[in-house]
């Protein structure tokens, strides 16, 4: 796992959202622990936890605010490993549409989770360990296009 401004990174199964199911089934992320440290964010800045959407197949990230007086941070959680990300605007698919953390991110660190960095979710896949993508991930990620980090992590493919 990575941590903010360390650009380490590894895959792990079921990073893209996609298995078969004669592998077994996937992990998922402590939703729990997000709802706590999206309130712990909350605090910090004095807002409140906007609307939550629980993920579900194919989208492999679950979407959440925080509204503070400068407005909403829409905050992604990936659905299987503690990997959070920060967007815009709320969608169903980001390729490198992300922003850089707020600095109220680390009560998801001190939560356990991950806070990618926008430089993170930016690595192309090619500077990248992809050694545990199987061969069905890849034609995915090629017939989507998709080059970066975030865009293999946070996706609607099916």
């Known amino acids: ?59 492999t990230f679950h979407t959440a605010s925080v509204v503070d007086r400068t407005g909403e941070s829409v905050v992604l959680c990936h659905g299987h490993h503690p990997w959070i990300a920060f967007a815009q605007e709320r969608r169903n698919w980001y390729a490198e549409e992300f922003l850089h953390p707020p600095s109220w991110a680390s009560s998801f660190t001190e939560a356990g989770f991950a806070v990618l960095s926008y430089e993170q979710l930016a690595t192309p896949l090619s500077s990248m360990d992809t050694s545990v993508l199987t061969r069905g991930e890849w034609r995915r990620i090629r017939s989507y296009g998709i080059a970066t980090l975030g865009g293999v992590l946070f996706n609607s493919w099916d």
């Open 1 to 59: 796992m990575t941590n903010e401004g360390n650009m380490d990174f590894a895959l792990l199964r079921g990073a893209t959202g996609y298995f078969v199911p004669a592998d077994g089934p996937l992990p998922d992320t402590d939703l729990r622990a997000f709802r706590s440290a999206l309130f712990a964010a909350a605090r910090v800045v004095g807002g409140q936890v906007g609307e939550m959407e629980v993920q579900t197949y194919p989208r």
